[in-house]
């Protein structure tokens, strides 16, 4: 994936599972996470929210949206720029 492509979310559902959460991450936002890494953060925090489907995890799109715009941070115009200035 081009960081300089605007993503589409094509045929993505509203809701996913956590396979499909990790690889909607790294198709629409090339952050590559590991659906086991994903449950890792489900358990000690810092992970994208989710919703239980009976026992089973569910991940927002848009959710999953937020949290790889906050993984990635703000557009920085060089790699001396301070996160939050």
């Not at 605007?6 to 790294?26: F, H, V």
């Not at 026992?55 to 990635?72: C, G, K, N, Q, T």
């Amino acid at each position: 994936m081009s960081y300089d492509s605007i993503p589409s979310t094509g045929n993505w559902p509203n809701r996913m599972r956590r396979r499909d959460a990790s690889q909607y991450l790294e198709e629409q936002h090339g952050i590559r996470l590991a659906h086991s890494t994903l449950a890792k953060l489900a358990v000690l925090g810092g992970g994208p929210p989710f919703r239980l489907d009976g026992r089973f995890p569910v991940y927002d799109r848009d959710a999953l949206d937020a949290f790889a715009s906050e993984r990635l941070g703000p557009l920085r115009r060089s790699t001396s720029d301070v996160q939050g200035r």
